[in-house]
């Protein structure tokens, strides 16, 4: 079945600065990844998503890359805010199924 | 809308003791899931419904049973609790069309203790 890493597992960035968290699958057949922030004491929330057939996504400060030939995808955070720390779960998907898997999770610490 | 609700928010059980946490969407949705998220290792499906009616297990569905009362509604009932069953339970629900065809919308969790 499906197995998702995600580095790192803990991220602390100055105000202003970027943010990256990494994520691999193992299952080629994977063709939608989305991206989930949980803040504390409350279920994850959507932020951003990208489907196979395309290579990069933004969403104002948000983007995120997918190389499917080597089966890695990336969120991006650029000028982060104190608003951004959180948990950050990258998940993968086959839209065939009812199924996501998720990552282990990033917790992405910005500092004032 | 209050979106996927589920309650209790907290409990505490002793070991082998029963428990039923409860879920609903109002949004009309069809699949719905349960989750667990232990330190570490993200969150972990229990079981899943794709419609009313139909279960599926999941992940780490041991010692776990579910029931998709309604298209609203889908519980997750401990039979007999384990301290290993310690952790924060999470429902989610999915709509099958529209643009948010492939978000998992999720509660607030339930945060479970087993002593």
């Known amino acids: 079945g499906e197995n998702v890493e995600q580095h790192p597992s803990t991220l602390s960035v100055q105000e202003g600065d970027s943010a990256v968290i990494k994520c691999t699958y193992s299952d080629s057949a994977s063709n939608y990844f989305p991206w989930y922030k949980q803040e504390l004491g409350k279920g994850p929330q959507l932020i951003i998503d990208?489907?196979?057939?395309?290579g990069e996504k933004k969403d104002q400060r948000i983007a995120v890359t997918l190389n499917k030939t080597a089966k890695h995808f990336s969120l991006h955070i650029t000028e982060t805010q104190p608003e951004d720390s959180a948990v950050y779960f990258c998940a993968a998907m086959k839209t065939s199924y009812d199924k996501v898997i998720f990552g282990p999770g990033t917790s992405l610490s910005v500092i004032p | 809308n209050a979106g996927v609700t589920q309650t209790p928010k907290f409990q505490v059980l002793k070991t082998g003791q029963s428990m039923t946490l409860q879920c609903a969407q109002d949004m009309n949705h069809n699949s719905m899931y349960w989750y667990r998220q232990d330190p570490g290792m993200g969150l972990r499906l229990i079981y899943y419904?794709?419609?009313?009616?139909?279960?599926d297990k999941g992940e780490v569905p041991n010692g776990y049973n579910v029931s998709r009362l309604n298209k609203r509604e889908f519980s997750l009932r401990l039979e007999s609790a384990a301290p290993s069953q310690t952790s924060v339970y999470f429902c989610a629900s999915r709509p099958l069309q529209g643009p948010s065809y492939n978000e998992q919308f999720f509660g607030p969790g339930t945060r479970l203790t087993v002593l």
């Open positions: 990208i489907r196979s057939n395309v």
């Open positions: 419904s794709a419609s009313e009616g139909t279960t």
